[in-house]
């Protein structure tokens, strides 16, 4: 069984900037592709940034230029480094494994944006 966990949430002022970091069990880690995605009250779950096994990145246009995904696969962790946070970042931020035809989710860490 693969379990996720997110750390690094928090609160910060608007500019601020925040680590986010997941960390899955098991040993299938390096062949996983892998996202973080966000859910603010009353929307939906939406993709922020992920990486594939072989490191290549994706972005939504709302966080380019802001947040920068990134994997360490001998830890098993993946990151995502938000800068400039704006108040519209504010959401629940969950990891998911993606391995073949199966997801993985994380319990999700809370950011706030707010002055």
């Known amino acids: 069984q693969v379990r996720i966990v997110e750390s690094g949430g928090g609160s910060v002022q608007p500019g601020g900037s925040l680590r986010l970091s997941c960390v899955a069990s098991?040993?299938?880690?390096?062949?996983?592709?892998m996202g973080w995605f966000r859910q603010a009250p009353g929307k939906q779950r939406d993709l922020v940034a992920r990486?594939?096994?072989?490191?290549?990145?994706y972005y939504v246009d709302t966080v380019k230029g802001r947040f920068a995904i990134s994997r360490d696969n001998a830890k098993n962790t993946v990151s995502l480094q938000m800068n400039s946070l704006k108040p519209e970042d504010t959401a629940v931020y969950y990891c998911k494994m993606t391995m073949g035809a199966r997801d993985y989710w994380g319990q999700g860490t809370q950011v706030t944006v707010s002055s």
């Open positions: 098991g040993n299938i880690f390096r062949l996983a592709d």
């Open positions: 990486i594939t096994s072989i490191g290549n990145t």
